[in-house]
Structures are given as structure tokens and as C-alpha cells.
Nanobody
Framework: QVQLVESGGGAVQAGDSLRLSCAAS????????MGWFRQAPGKEREFVAA????????RYGDSVKGRVTISKDNAKNTVYLQMDSLKPEDTAVYLC?????????????????WGQGTQVTVSS
């Protein structure tokens, strides 16, 4: 069994920062790719960031590039998303995703494992 649990969300003001965490639990393994997506009410899931097994290759969505940094700690089976200069349009549920295979990182449907999400609310 594999579980992904996000944490670190909350309500902040525009311009503030947050660091989200995604912890994987269950049997011991290393994911090839882990990523973050976000979804606002009534909208489609949007790619935010992804990182490969070594942590040395990253990719970011156009809407957040330059404001977010993804990192990971394989020993803890945890991936992080540092978000800076937050904007009201960043308000969404942020979901963690993972896969042992080299999937298309920007496509939500490619990921095998998903967390339930953590809410981020940014007020102006």
C-alpha cells in the first residue's frame, strides 16, 4: 500500500511564502518522479512542479515558474514545494502525485499515486 499525505497549507497574505510537504508512507521504495498539481473550485488540475528520483532534474509550470522551488528527501520519502511571492490566483488545493515510472511529468493522468491535497488560500 502507498499513501501520500500533504501538509503545510494555510491562509496567507499576498506576497507571503509557504512550504508544502508531501510524505509517502507504506512499503519502502523510491519514486522516479514526484510532482505537485493544484486545483481551484470548478477548474481543472494544473501542473505546478515535478522532480526526478535524484532531485537534480526539476520542471515547473509556466504560471508559477520563478516563484516556486521543488525539492525532496528520499530518506524521508518526502517532497517539498517552497512557494514565494504568493498571489491570490495561487489559491487552490495543492495535490501531491508520484510514480515509479518516468511518466510525462506535466500530465496529471500519468501519475499512479495521489494525495488528498492541502488547501492554500492567498488573500490580497
Amino acid at each position: 500500500q502507498v499513501q501520500l499525505v500533504e501538509s503545510g497549507g494555510g491562509a496567507v497574505q499576498a506576497g507571503d511564502s509557504l512550504r508544502l510537504s508531501c510524505a509517502a508512507s507504506g512499503r519502502t521504495f523510491v519514486m522516479y518522479v514526484m510532482g505537485w498539481f493544484r486545483q481551484a473550485p470548478g477548474k481543472e488540475r494544473e501542473f505546478v512542479a515535478a522532480i526526478n528520483w535524484s532531485g537534480r532534474s526539476t520542471r515547473y509550470g509556466d504560471s508559477v515558474k520563478g516563484r516556486v522551488t521543488i525539492s525532496k528527501d528520499n530518506a524521508k520519502n518526502t517532497v517539498y514545494l517552497q512557494m514565494d511571492s504568493l498571489k491570490p490566483e495561487d489559491t487552490a488545493v495543492y495535490l501531491c502525485a508520484a510514480d515509479r515510472r518516468p511518466v510525462a511529468t506535466t500530465t496529471a493522468g500519468e501519475y499512479a499515486y495521489w494525495g488528498q491535497g492541502t488547501q492554500v488560500t492567498v488573500s490580497s
